[in-house]
């Protein structure tokens, strides 16, 4: 088999020689099998497409290629001696190239401890989204707790169209104005300074937790206020933005969508990479917050209702020509964003297996080429929200990421004061 990358796979692949790499880690207390670990590995391999085939990027256009011959997932042992130890692996891991001729697109690091493992699995953002890590990893804790398990397998996908419904066509409207939109993409680009300079690998991740009870006190509080605790975490890192950095921060945010609510072929445990995006800006002449999170939550399902994926997929498909481009810009600007913020929510994975339990769950971190690297993703795991939020040094210093943190956390405690003084 051999299938173009589609867009959104396209500007996460960025070139051959550009590593952009999703890390997702563990932390187990108890025992781990190798042997068990080896087998779940084989048959998260055998299960998902994507992980038996090889990218090849030798021309204009980048090729998903199935490799009969390809190894298996590769598993690096290190010394596990302190809790940090697993971000200082993650930060190697952002920047090793997937290029190996028979090398699958995954690998995985285990931190071995006397009495606490880490375990990292490593992809390229290219092949996955918040979803599909979660997914592996959930996969791969269940089958080293019981190597019995089976997996289904099921097909790739071979184009975009694979991906629409039967009675999704593209008329000769649809067909004019996709080249159309391709051609206006092109003359934008044109004008636009897209030079692919080069971006230090000075990428840093700020790792924190929210303790249980702050936890269950945002989540009671948002419910209290009809609002979400994405809105809120939204609200809090826009107005630290604005605190910290005055008149530079834009008051606005990225929120990637999870396409699976929308597209019926790809399923919770299908690897997918592309999430289309909803931009929401907060409301400066409020001055409440849990208004400003109630508006934006009102908006962040006003936008994702009118979202017409479908017309996304297709449309996309026209602007191929202008890919190198968009990722050029995307290297140049500096946008009009804070921060790109992924909540994964609620994390559905066990706690407690025979031989051991996991601990805790660090939210993904990536290191992004970008001008504009400010990215957050945080989830929930064992009643504990936990956040990373990442950055470039040239972009925004690392000191700056940590005000922003601090700040952040004292917004949320401030407000959630209010719960306990009314």
Not at 170 to 177: A, E, P, Q, R, V
Not at 306 to 321: A, G
Not at 345 to 362: A, H, R
């Amino acid at each position: 088999m051999k299938r173009r990358l589609i867009l959104g796979e396209r500007i996460m692949h960025v070139d051959a020689k550009t590593p952009l790499n999703c890390v997702f880690g563990a932390k187990i207390l108890g025992t781990i099998r190798e042997e068990n670990l080896h087998q779940a590995l084989l048959k998260i391999q055998q299960k998902h497409p994507l992980l038996q085939m090889n990218i090849d990027a030798t021309g204009k256009i980048p090729y998903f290629v199935l490799n009969e011959n390809i190894g298996k997932i590769p598993v690096r042992i290190t010394g596990r001696s302190t809790d940090q130890d697993w971000l200082i692996q993650s930060k190697a891991e952002w920047y090793k190239l997937f290029d190996a001729q028979h090398e699958p697109l995954a690998r995985l690091v285990w931190l071995k401890g006397e009495t606490a493992s880490d375990l990292l699995l490593v992809l390229p953002h290219c092949i996955c989204d918040g979803t599909t890590i979660l997914n592996l990893m959930r996969e791969l804790i269940t089958l080293i707790d019981n190597p019995k398990q089976e997996l289904t397998p099921y097909p790739s996908f071979s184009s975009v169209n694979d991906l629409l419904p039967e009675n999704f066509s593209i008329t000769k409207t649809g067909h004019f104005k996709g080249k159309i939109f391709a051609a206006l993409g092109r003359l934008f680009f044109f004008f636009k300074s897209t030079s692919n300079k080069h971006v230090d690998r000075s990428n840093y991740a700020v790792h924190w937790k929210m303790s249980q009870e702050d936890t269950q006190k945002l989540l009671l509080k948002c419910k209290e206020e009809n609002t979400t605790v994405h809105a809120a975490i939204c609200v809090a890192f826009m107005e630290a933005f604005k605190h910290i950095q005055g008149t530079k921060a834009h008051g606005k945010v990225i929120c990637p969508v999870d396409i699976r609510r929308f597209v019926a072929a790809i399923k919770q445990d299908t690897m997918f990479a592309f999430a289309p995006i909803v931009e929401l800006k907060l409301d400066q002449a409020e001055n409440s917050f849990w208004t400003k999170a109630r508006a934006l939550k009102t908006d962040l399902e006003a936008k994702i209702g009118e979202m017409k994926v479908y017309d996304l997929l297709s449309m996309s498909e026209y602007f191929h020509s202008s890919v190198n481009k968009m990722i050029g810009f995307l290297k140049t600007t500096k946008g009009t964003h804070d921060v790109t913020l992924s909540n994964m929510g609620l994390l559905n994975v066990p706690k407690n297996y025979q031989d051991f339990s996991i601990e805790t769950i660090y939210s993904p971190t990536v290191a992004f080429p970008w001008k504009n690297a400010n990215t957050l993703v945080c989830s929930t795991f064992n009643q504990q929200l936990d956040f990373s939020f990442m950055s470039n040094e040239s972009f925004l210093r690392e000191f700056e990421a940590w005000q922003i943190k601090d700040r952040v956390m004292e917004l949320i405690k401030e407000n959630l004061n209010e719960l306990a003084n009314a």
